[in-house]
């Protein structure tokens, strides 16, 4: 009998560990592809240790990357957690128009992101879309949203910024709903006003909710694909190929697979790096938050 | 009064977004609605007709759609199933007894999560064309569990996790074996967090966009790349692809609706509940 207890988790877990280790392994086989010359042109690779890697680092075009993906994930990031907590705040009030919108808060959200890029892509047609067509009257009907290297950029972050501001609002008002009542009551006894309770108690009691939809909304932008590549192919020029759309262009269309994955490996370690920072800064906030709720 | 205008305040900037966050979709509804002949010439006054749907659903543009959505049907409920009955006992285990190296997978289970993709595809690329997994229903299932297993393992972890052992215990007590514990008390006590995660799971499946477009060409091709053929030519035809876009999004907006208690749990990973 004792040992049947000890083994049972494991016979449980044995399944799952086997499919696990078969996600593992081409994971693995990239990082060993990335030690050779690999490509379509090459079938027979040579081992070129870690070129590919110095490689990646020496080219303009990898920085140019590496740049518009974070400035892609910080702005989408930044917009949607601004943007999602004011949204919660309002629903939070609980009006009866508020109540009736939150019944549909989370329908773009459930759109697939490559849909709601090809959305954006028939409304910001310049000469037939929508939007210009809604903007001539106000004298701004020729906007080349797309077509610029600014444009191209701030559209797509629009695009992130529609379909998951409902993600960081839905954790922010689930957080809001759950904030104890007395430090309000307190506060509201004391004469404070709105914006001292706003600083003083939500914000420091929400922050952990919404640190947890920064970091999965920071992270998921950072690896960014569907949009992009449905929106502008990482033009015009090359002012929105984020890291992983570069590497599916190397690899997939160049059929440079070394190389391709390795611009993936590098993207790989910075998200991890980042999410390490955010889950280190998290432990601390949450422990900030306890504080102000005692 | 100074109270009730900024209260009217609050309610139109509520509306503002709203305005923004519904129009794309009810704008693609009246493309979708409008006969070829009058897609640029008006916008908001039409006379509407099926046709673009009629086009889109009748396969006529030599695009086979019906065939797609049933691929991503096929291919989104094949990875659920899989997920389900693999990641149900191992969440159940590292819900109830601490062991060595279950931290460590589950630790690794959500990595994945946060993994660029295409670092596991273009490999997968190479070994499927090897394997003749490319472009099948199998190879699709499998890379799918990326993105179905973690959200699988994680989230009904914290659904037992949430439930008393001493039900279980008393099961025990009443000579039931450990199995039947399981499934007789503890499965039914979960089944609502069960039905949900598995439609989250299947929404998350369905919008998958960079597995299809890498791993499969056309047998097994799924809605998001077939939706993305319609933009192809020099003049893309509005209709037929706001047409395609609404028809690959009903699934997961209407079994959206039904889970709206759960999302919160399910989205943040059970690292919020609400």
Redesign the interface.
Known sequence: MGWRLTLRPYVLIVPALLLTCGILYPFGLGLYYTLFDFSASKPQPDMVRFENYTTVFTQEAFWNSAWVTVLYAVGAALVETVLGVAVALLLHRSTLVGRVLEKILILPLMIAPVIAAIIWKLMLQPSVGVVNHLLRPFGLGGVQWTDTPTGALLSSIAVDVWVYTPFVAILALAGLRSLPTSPFEAAAVDGAGWWYTFRRLTLPMLWPYVLVAVIFRFMDSLKVFDIIYALTEGGPGDSTVVLQIRAYLEAIRFQRYSFGISYTIVLWAVVYLAAMVLVKHLGKIQRRAAEVTT | MRKRVL?WL??A???L??V???F??A??VI?SLKPADQ??ST?FSFSPTLDGYRTVLGDSEGIPFVRFFVNSLVVSVGAVV?SL???L??A???A??R?KG?EN?MF??L??R???????I??????YQKLGLFDTYVGMV?VL??VT?PLI?WIMRSYFADLTPELEQAALLDGYT?KQAFFKVALPLVKPGIAAVSLLAF?FA?????FP??LTSNEAQTV?VG??SF?GGDR?K?NL??AA?LV??VP??L???TI?RY??RG??FG????
Do not use: C, H
């Open positions: 209260g609050a309610d900037a509520l509306v977004y709203f923004f966050a519904l794309p979709i704008w693609m493309l897609l640029f916008y899989l009955v693999v990641g006992p191992a159940y285990a590292s109830r007894w062991f279950s997978l690794t289970l990595s994945f946060f993994a660029p993709e295409l670092t596991v273009i490999p997968l690329f190479v070994l499998w569990q990326l297993l393992v450990r929404i369905w919008n998958n966009f960079v477009l890498i998001t939706a993305l933009l893309p509005y692809t706001a876009a690959s999004v997961p907006l079994l959206a609706l709206q999302l919160v989205l943040s690292a919020v509940k609400s």
